[in-house]
């Protein structure tokens, strides 16, 4: 059985950090794109980072420069690094993994930034 579990959200200050983490089991990560995807209320969720088994990455244009998405293969985990919080960073976020015609998702961690 596959799970993803995401753990690290919580309450932030703006211009703070956070490190997500994205538990996985049941598959072997180094072999799947790994992405983390968030959805704030009342919007569509999105593509916040990716992170290719090649090991290019790609980021969205909000979070560019303050968010960075690593891989431990090892630990078959991944992380997002978020630093520099804004108030529209609060959302939930989601880990997806995903290779060819396969995807898994997990649950979500709730991240808000409030001062």
């Known amino acids: 059985q596959v799970q993803l579990v995401e753990s690290g959200g919580g309450v932030v200050q703006p211009g703070g950090s956070l490190r997500l983490s994205c538990a996985v089991s049941g598959i072997t990560v180094s072999l799947y794109t790994m992405g983390w995807y968030r959805q704030a209320p009342g919007k569509q969720r999105e593509l916040v980072a990716s992170?290719?088994?090649?090991?290019?990455?790609n980021y969205a244009d909000s979070v560019k420069g303050r968010f960075t998405i690593s891989r431990d293969n090892a630990k078959n985990t991944v992380y997002l690094q978020m630093n520099s919080l804004k108030p529209e960073d609060t959302a939930v976020y989601s880990c997806?993994?995903?290779?060819?015609?396969?995807?898994?998702w997990g649950k979500g961690t709730l991240v808000t930034v409030s001062s």
């Open positions: 992170h290719t088994s090649g090991g290019t990455t």
């Open positions: 997806r993994a995903s290779y060819f015609g396969s995807a898994y």
